[in-house]
């Protein structure tokens, strides 16, 4: 099989995991289950991470989702991941361990700017996230329109973008949109924040109908509807509303997959929302909740490239879903 069949658009991370008390947190100004973006004040944050033996690995949406697919389907260099990195020991981190797991990437190298990282604070069961997205924002439309790469997005044939990268460029979200949909391609994406919808109400307005597949949470798409006014609170019918949202391609209907964390999955699909139940998760051994949504897409998508049933796509995305909340990070 070839390379490069799936390609993602994101921004790469490093993620630097640790585990600190409350005292670290309460010295840095951060809460339990904080998740907030890295400021001035926070720099110190980065270098005293360095006395608590952290780990590093590779991050941000995007990337654990290729790694969660290509980890699934095992097949080398299946996977293709463009984004905006520094030149930096983190980009080197990136790059190695992208290498060693046969994910291929092309990196936008940002002049004078530090490759994208999250601190992953762990305190017992409680995570708190500060991220610094660094070069990652820089990503823009020159680079994606440069023959090299142009070339692997017209020889993919699957395309998934989370919704941060709106965040990052929407005319390189577009131009992917438009390519697999002239060209009779997939073209999924995930909603990935409540509040990106709110944010980026608009945008969303405009590349919803070139989306075949819809990934997200619970409060993802309830959040969603409450943009769009849709007076009800059952999870099924705002599901089945976004579902049926115009699309440009009416004959390949649209699919949307949701993640309830311990409760039924949702998958919309011709008009019918079915309920997959998780498997019974043992509390004691979850360690880390970060990216179990991103590897349940990575799965998913692992077994639908594969053409197979839609069952056994949410059966591989739960499965290795739970995998990931056993382990530190998104590893396996």
Not at 127 to 141: E, P
Not at 281 to 302: E, H, Y
């Amino acid at each position: 099989m070839r390379e490069n069949i799936f390609l993602t658009l994101g921004s790469p991370l490093v993620d630097i995991i640790a585990s600190v008390d409350r005292k670290f947190l309460n010295n840095h100004g951060l809460k339990f289950n904080d998740a907030v973006k890295a400021t001035e004040k926070h720099k110190q944050l980065f270098q005293d991470l360095v006395d608590f033996q952290p780990k590093y690995q590779a991050g941000g949406c995007a990337l654990n989702t290729a790694r969660a697919l290509q980890w699934t389907l095992n097949i080398p260099k299946f996977c293709m991941v463009f984004g905006a990195i520094g030149k930096d020991n983190y980009s080197e981190i990136l790059k190695r361990q992208l290498n060693n797991e046969s994910v291929n990437y092309i990196f936008e190298e940002i002049p004078g700017e530090e490759t994208g990282k999250c601190a992953v604070l762990l305190n017992g069961r409680n995570r708190s996230l500060c991220t610094d997205l660094g070069a990652s924002k820089y990503f823009d439309f020159k680079h994606l329109k440069n023959k090299k790469v142009w070339n692997v997005v017209e020889n993919a044939k699957f395309y998934y973008v989370p919704g941060f990268f709106f965040g990052v460029s929407f005319e390189c979200i577009m131009e992917v949109a438009e390519h697999s949909f002239l060209q009779g391609k997939i073209f999924t994406f995930n909603l990935s924040a409540p509040f990106l919808s709110q944010m980026y109400k608009k945008e969303l307005e405009i590349l919803l109908p070139f989306v075949d597949i819809i990934f997200g949470n619970e409060s993802e798409v309830r959040a969603y509807a409450k943009v769009l006014n849709f007076n009800s609170n059952n999870l099924h019918e705002i599901l089945l509303y976004i579902n049926n949202l115009p699309k440009k391609k009416e004959s390949r209907r649209r699919i949307t997959v949701i993640t309830r964390g311990p409760k039924p999955v949702c998958l919309v699909q011709n008009n019918c929302v079915t309920e997959y139940v998780v498997n019974e998760i043992a509390d004691s051994r979850i360690v880390d909740t970060n990216a179990a949504g991103d590897a349940f897409v990575g799965a998913f998508m692992a077994e639908y490239i594969m053409e197979k049933s839609i069952d056994k796509c949410i059966l591989a995305g739960i499965f290795v879903a739970i995998r990931i909340l056993y382990n530190v990070g998104c590893s396996f």
